[in-house]
């Protein structure tokens, strides 16, 4: 399995964007999927969860603000990030946990401006 980061790019304070995470391969057995990010300088962080019943779980400080998704189909997740503030600066990670082993993406770099 490989994931697949992107949509990560620059914009102002109070902006929106969309990250995706594409997988390759066989994904059978995935029991939850989760977006970190890593700020520079910092520790990788937690943001958001989503299991396979479709129960979220959010970082208090993106609560509100980013709502993370999937579609099994197309063996997509996505995390939709809106009041974008510059503490949110960061390389974002998809990661998939499933019966086989855990998949970390690549990362997508997210720049906030003030």
Known sequence: VQLQASG??????????RLSCAASGSINGVKVRRWYRQAPG??????????????????????????????????????????????DTAVYYCKMNTVYGDY???????TVSS
């Open 8 to 17: 990560g790019g620059s914009v102002q304070a109070g902006g929106s964007l």
């Open 42 to 87: 910092k520790e990788r962080d937690w943001v958001a969860t989503i299991m396979t019943n479709g129960y979220v779980n959010y970082a208090d400080s993106v609560k509100g603000r980013f709502t993370i998704s999937r579609d099994i189909a197309k063996k997509m997740m996505y995390l939709q990030m809106n009041s974008l503030e510059p503490e």
């Open 104 to 110: 970390w993406g690549q990362g997508t770099l997210v």
